[in-house]
Nanobody
Framework: QVQLVESGGGLVQAGGSLRLSCAAS????????MGWFRQAPGKEREFVAT????????TYADSVRGRFTISRDNAKNTVFLQMNSLKPEDTAVYYC????????????????WGQGTQVTVSS
């Protein structure tokens, strides 16, 4: 079992930045593909970014590519999402997830999920 806890969300103005963290416990994340997803009110949960086991491969949704950066520190069992140039449409609850499918962008490929952290971007 892997427990995931996200932090770092909050309220920020458009154009600002936030850094989300996802702290894992229970097992090492070094053998897991790690992903970030988000869900806005009334919308389905959508893929944001994912990173491979060693961090060598990253994949981003078109909507965030060039603005967001996913990274991981396996020694600290933590995954990060650096979000720059934030837009009001980035407002959502952001979830961290762990899975075993390489570069997967679908929710059903991830086994473990955090409780989410709210990100609100004001215009």
């Amino acid at each position: 079992q892997v427990q995931l806890v996200e932090s770092g969300g909050g309220l920020v103005q458009a154009g600002g930045s936030l850094r989300l963290s996802c702290a894992a416990s229970g097992r090492s994340i070094s053998s897991y593909q790690m992903g970030w997803f988000r869900q806005a009110p009334g919308k389905e949960r959508e893929f944001v970014a994912t990173i491979s086991w060693t961090g060598g491969t990253t994949t981003y949704a078109d909507s965030v590519r060039g603005r967001f950066t996913i990274s991981r520190d396996n020694a600290k069992n933590t995954v990060f999402l650096q979000m720059n140039s934030l837009k009001p449409e980035d407002t959502a609850v952001y979830y961290c997830a762990a899975g075993v499918v390489y570069r997967s962008t679908t929710t059903n490929s991830y086994t473990y999920w955090g409780q989410g952290t709210q990100v609100t971007v004001s215009s």
